[in-house]
Protein backbone atom coordinates (compact mmCIF):
# COMPACT_ATOMS: atom_id res chain seq x y z
CA UNK A 1 0.00 0.00 0.00
CA UNK A 2 1.08 3.66 -1.17
CA UNK A 3 1.91 6.05 2.41
CA UNK A 4 3.64 8.05 4.44
CA UNK A 5 5.98 6.87 7.06
CA UNK A 6 7.90 8.60 9.94
CA UNK A 7 9.56 6.70 12.36
CA UNK A 8 9.63 6.47 15.21
CA UNK A 9 6.91 7.52 16.87
CA UNK A 10 8.11 7.63 20.33
CA UNK A 11 11.85 9.41 20.77
CA UNK A 12 13.52 10.06 23.52
CA UNK A 13 17.15 12.35 23.93
CA UNK A 14 18.94 13.90 26.24
CA UNK A 15 19.78 17.39 25.99
CA UNK A 16 22.92 18.79 23.55
CA UNK A 17 22.57 15.81 21.13
CA UNK A 18 21.40 15.62 17.71
CA UNK A 19 18.58 13.71 16.50
CA UNK A 20 17.44 12.68 13.18
CA UNK A 21 13.95 12.20 12.03
CA UNK A 22 12.97 9.67 9.53
CA UNK A 23 9.97 10.21 6.95
CA UNK A 24 9.57 8.22 3.78
CA UNK A 25 6.95 7.89 1.61
CA UNK A 26 6.43 5.73 -1.31
CA UNK A 27 3.70 8.04 -3.16
CA UNK A 28 6.39 9.03 -5.86
CA UNK A 29 5.38 12.69 -4.62
CA UNK A 30 7.66 15.34 -5.21
CA UNK A 31 7.03 17.98 -2.79
CA UNK A 32 7.71 17.31 1.52
CA UNK A 33 7.44 18.79 4.00
CA UNK A 34 7.79 19.05 8.02
CA UNK A 35 6.04 20.45 10.50
CA UNK A 36 6.49 21.03 14.50
CA UNK A 37 3.30 21.31 16.50
CA UNK A 38 3.75 22.52 20.64
CA UNK A 39 0.89 21.55 23.26
CA UNK A 40 -2.37 23.72 22.67
CA UNK A 41 -0.89 25.17 19.52
CA UNK A 42 -0.69 24.30 15.35
CA UNK A 43 1.46 23.32 13.29
CA UNK A 44 4.56 25.52 11.98
CA UNK A 45 6.55 24.61 8.86
CA UNK A 46 9.95 23.67 9.73
CA UNK A 47 11.58 23.34 5.99
CA UNK A 48 9.80 22.14 2.57
CA UNK A 49 11.44 20.33 -0.35
CA UNK A 50 9.56 20.49 -3.61
CA UNK A 51 12.01 18.16 -5.73
CA UNK A 52 15.18 16.44 -4.86
CA UNK A 53 18.40 17.93 -4.26
CA UNK A 54 16.51 21.17 -3.07
CA UNK A 55 14.80 22.41 0.11
CA UNK A 56 13.78 25.72 1.23
CA UNK A 57 13.27 26.72 4.70
CA UNK A 58 9.86 27.60 5.83
CA UNK A 59 8.67 29.77 9.48
CA UNK A 60 10.96 28.06 11.92
CA UNK A 61 13.96 26.60 10.89
CA UNK A 62 16.32 27.57 13.15
CA UNK A 63 18.32 24.80 14.99
CA UNK A 64 16.94 22.57 12.00
CA UNK A 65 18.62 20.85 9.22
CA UNK A 66 17.29 18.19 6.26
CA UNK A 67 18.58 16.83 3.22
CA UNK A 68 16.58 15.73 0.12
CA UNK A 69 19.32 13.18 -1.73
CA UNK A 70 16.08 10.63 -2.59
CA UNK A 71 12.75 11.21 -3.68
CA UNK A 72 11.26 9.20 -1.06
CA UNK A 73 13.53 10.12 1.87
CA UNK A 74 13.45 13.79 3.52
CA UNK A 75 15.04 13.39 6.90
CA UNK A 76 14.75 15.98 9.27
CA UNK A 77 17.89 16.50 11.97
CA UNK A 78 17.22 18.09 15.21
CA UNK A 79 20.23 19.75 16.71
CA UNK A 80 21.98 20.71 19.61
CA UNK A 81 21.05 24.42 18.42
CA UNK A 82 17.52 24.08 18.82
CA UNK A 83 16.58 25.69 21.99
CA UNK A 84 13.63 23.68 22.65
CA UNK A 85 13.49 20.42 20.77
CA UNK A 86 10.41 18.35 22.43
CA UNK A 87 7.46 18.96 20.76
CA UNK A 88 5.44 16.48 17.78
CA UNK A 89 6.99 16.77 14.76
CA UNK A 90 4.76 15.87 11.43
CA UNK A 91 6.14 14.72 8.12
CA UNK A 92 3.56 15.24 4.49
CA UNK A 93 3.85 14.68 0.65
CA UNK A 94 2.22 16.30 -2.21
CA UNK A 95 1.98 15.02 -5.62
CA UNK A 96 2.91 17.42 -8.67
CA UNK A 97 -0.09 19.63 -9.57
CA UNK A 98 -2.15 18.03 -6.34
CA UNK A 99 -3.85 20.24 -3.84
CA UNK A 100 -3.84 17.22 -1.90
CA UNK A 101 -1.71 16.57 1.29
CA UNK A 102 -0.82 13.26 2.45
CA UNK A 103 0.26 12.79 6.07
CA UNK A 104 2.30 10.55 8.52
CA UNK A 105 1.42 9.32 12.23
CA UNK A 106 4.39 11.90 13.58
CA UNK A 107 6.99 11.70 15.75
CA UNK A 108 7.19 12.77 19.34
CA UNK A 109 10.23 13.73 20.62
CA UNK A 110 10.89 14.25 24.10
CA UNK A 111 14.74 15.56 24.84
CA UNK A 112 15.30 14.99 28.80
CA UNK B 1 -5.19 38.35 13.33
CA UNK B 2 -4.53 34.27 12.10
CA UNK B 3 -5.24 33.75 8.62
CA UNK B 4 -7.02 30.12 9.70
CA UNK B 5 -8.90 30.84 12.36
CA UNK B 6 -11.21 27.77 14.24
CA UNK B 7 -14.02 27.64 16.43
CA UNK B 8 -14.33 26.94 19.33
CA UNK B 9 -11.29 26.11 20.64
CA UNK B 10 -12.86 23.76 22.90
CA UNK B 11 -15.92 21.74 23.20
CA UNK B 12 -17.49 19.50 25.17
CA UNK B 13 -20.72 17.34 24.62
CA UNK B 14 -22.74 14.67 25.44
CA UNK B 15 -23.31 11.41 23.38
CA UNK B 16 -25.34 11.36 20.23
CA UNK B 17 -25.37 15.33 20.17
CA UNK B 18 -24.79 17.04 17.09
CA UNK B 19 -21.01 18.48 16.50
CA UNK B 20 -20.43 21.75 14.19
CA UNK B 21 -16.67 22.80 14.10
CA UNK B 22 -15.98 25.80 12.03
CA UNK B 23 -12.79 27.32 10.39
CA UNK B 24 -12.90 31.05 8.48
CA UNK B 25 -9.82 32.26 6.51
CA UNK B 26 -8.45 35.43 5.20
CA UNK B 27 -6.51 34.28 2.33
CA UNK B 28 -7.15 32.75 -1.05
CA UNK B 29 -7.18 29.28 -1.41
CA UNK B 30 -6.80 26.36 -3.51
CA UNK B 31 -8.05 23.20 -1.12
CA UNK B 32 -9.12 23.45 2.21
CA UNK B 33 -8.39 20.16 4.20
CA UNK B 34 -10.45 18.49 7.79
CA UNK B 35 -7.95 16.53 9.82
CA UNK B 36 -8.29 14.64 13.31
CA UNK B 37 -5.28 14.05 15.92
CA UNK B 38 -5.63 11.93 18.81
CA UNK B 39 -4.25 11.92 21.92
CA UNK B 40 -0.94 10.20 20.77
CA UNK B 41 -0.74 12.71 18.58
CA UNK B 42 -1.29 10.49 15.07
CA UNK B 43 -2.97 12.72 12.25
CA UNK B 44 -5.59 11.31 10.11
CA UNK B 45 -7.15 13.38 7.05
CA UNK B 46 -10.63 13.41 7.17
CA UNK B 47 -11.46 15.47 4.15
CA UNK B 48 -9.74 17.81 1.63
CA UNK B 49 -12.69 20.21 0.07
CA UNK B 50 -12.33 22.35 -2.83
CA UNK B 51 -16.22 23.29 -2.93
CA UNK B 52 -19.65 22.34 -1.53
CA UNK B 53 -20.11 19.46 0.40
CA UNK B 54 -18.47 15.86 1.30
CA UNK B 55 -19.92 12.88 3.81
CA UNK B 56 -18.17 10.04 5.36
CA UNK B 57 -20.10 8.09 7.35
CA UNK B 58 -21.34 10.61 10.34
CA UNK B 59 -18.57 13.13 8.79
CA UNK B 60 -20.20 15.61 6.93
CA UNK B 61 -17.67 18.97 5.53
CA UNK B 62 -18.91 22.20 3.64
CA UNK B 63 -17.25 24.58 2.42
CA UNK B 64 -18.65 28.29 1.33
CA UNK B 65 -15.67 29.84 -1.06
CA UNK B 66 -17.69 33.38 -1.44
CA UNK B 67 -17.93 33.38 2.32
CA UNK B 68 -14.52 31.29 3.30
CA UNK B 69 -15.92 29.58 5.54
CA UNK B 70 -15.70 25.39 6.28
CA UNK B 71 -17.80 23.67 8.93
CA UNK B 72 -17.19 20.00 9.71
CA UNK B 73 -20.22 18.35 11.26
CA UNK B 74 -20.63 15.34 12.66
CA UNK B 75 -23.88 13.46 13.73
CA UNK B 76 -25.10 10.93 16.26
CA UNK B 77 -21.70 11.84 18.06
CA UNK B 78 -19.44 9.23 20.03
CA UNK B 79 -17.26 9.52 22.58
CA UNK B 80 -14.65 7.61 19.98
CA UNK B 81 -14.92 11.31 18.55
CA UNK B 82 -13.15 12.80 21.19
CA UNK B 83 -10.16 14.18 19.19
CA UNK B 84 -8.49 17.52 18.22
CA UNK B 85 -9.73 18.68 14.51
CA UNK B 86 -7.69 21.01 12.91
CA UNK B 87 -8.59 23.08 9.63
CA UNK B 88 -5.47 23.58 7.13
CA UNK B 89 -5.81 25.81 4.15
CA UNK B 90 -3.71 25.61 1.13
CA UNK B 91 -2.41 29.22 -0.50
CA UNK B 92 0.07 29.99 -2.31
CA UNK B 93 2.21 29.09 -5.43
CA UNK B 94 4.20 26.67 -3.25
CA UNK B 95 1.41 24.69 -1.86
CA UNK B 96 2.08 25.33 1.71
CA UNK B 97 -0.87 24.51 4.17
CA UNK B 98 -1.97 27.39 6.34
CA UNK B 99 -3.10 25.39 9.94
CA UNK B 100 -5.64 26.59 12.36
CA UNK B 101 -4.73 26.40 16.56
CA UNK B 102 -7.47 22.92 15.91
CA UNK B 103 -10.77 21.79 18.00
CA UNK B 104 -10.43 20.00 21.20
CA UNK B 105 -13.51 17.71 21.14
CA UNK B 106 -14.62 15.78 24.08
CA UNK B 107 -17.94 13.60 23.69
CA UNK B 108 -18.89 12.40 27.62
CA UNK B 109 -20.96 8.96 27.40
Known amino acids: DGGITQSPKYLFRKEGQNVTLSCEQNLNHDAMYWYRQDPGQGLRLIYY???????QKGDIAEGYSVSREKKESFPLTVTSAQKNPTAFYLC???????????FGQGTRLTVV | KNEVEQSPQNLTAQEGEFITINCSYS?????LHWLQQHPGGGIVSLFM?????KKHGRLIATINIQEKHSSLHITASHPRDSAVYICAVRSGSNYQLIWGAGTKLIIKP
Open chain 2, 49 to 53: LSSGK
Open chain 2, 27 to 31: VGISA
Open chain 1, 92 to 102: ASRGRGSTEAF
Open chain 1, 49 to 55: SQIVNDF
